[in-house]
């Protein structure tokens, strides 16, 4: 059997690819910016077209300093948001004098089988200089048979000057579809930033 090469090696002389071969890749389904928002909502675009999907959060900045920032899940596309869940968490910090650094497990912010608001980064500071910037990445909304997983990763510079590098991992414990999803402060407003929201393909 012979083998068959390529004169030309470089990728960037394909242009096209053959129509049996998927690109992959993230799709861009949405993007919101705050203005003083009491809650960032996404009622549409979260439904069976792609089997996950991706939130960036570009320098998510409190209007109120030293506060959570919070994630909640609707079946209802958004009229509840109080999906049941069981998570993790968990992060490691370093402050800007180099005086204190540490990785640990924070239960006090975890949840078992709670329809509160899940945090998933804390202690925002409120400074000009201050916010959270990471992603949320929530698998198979759209679902009827299994429960709903999420991961989000933040780094924070907080009120105290410190830099965190936050984990937050979970479950929606529902077999209904999840098809909205609401961010916000535990106090006061988003004061400015960017949320993105992706289809993975």
């Known amino acids: 059997m012979a083998l068959n090469f390529a004169n030309n090696n470089s990728l960037s002389a394909i242009t096209t690819l053959p129509a049996s071969i998927s690109g992959g890749g993230m799709t861009l389904i949405s993007e919101q910016t705050a203005s003083s928002s009491a809650t960032i909502d996404f009622t549409s675009g979260i439904d069976s077209t792609y089997d996950s999907y991706v939130f960036k959060f570009i320098n998510i900045h409190p209007a109120t300093d030293n506060v959570n920032f919070t994630v909640n899940f ?69 679902n009827t048979t299994f429960v709903k997983h999420f991961i989000t990763r933040f780094n924070i510079a907080n009120e105290a000057q410190y830099s965190v590098d936050n984990y937050v991992a979970g479950y929606g414990n529902t077999t209904s579809a999840v098809n909205a999803i609401q961010f916000r402060m535990s106090s006061g407003n988003i004061d400015s930033g960017v949320i993105k929201l992706y289809g993975i393909s």
Do not use: C, M, W
Not at 80 to 109: C, I, M, P
């Open 74 to 142: 609707s079946t209802d596309g958004g009229s509840n948001y109080n999906v049941t869940k069981t998570s993790t968490y968990f992060q490691a910090y370093h402050n800007e004098t180099n005086g204190v650094s540490a990785l640990n497990s924070v239960s006090d912010r975890d949840l078992a089988q709670s329809t509160s608001d899940q945090q998933i980064a804390n202690g925002i500071g409120s400074d000009n200089d201050q916010q959270t910037s990471g992603y949320l990445h929530l698998y198979n909304p759209s």
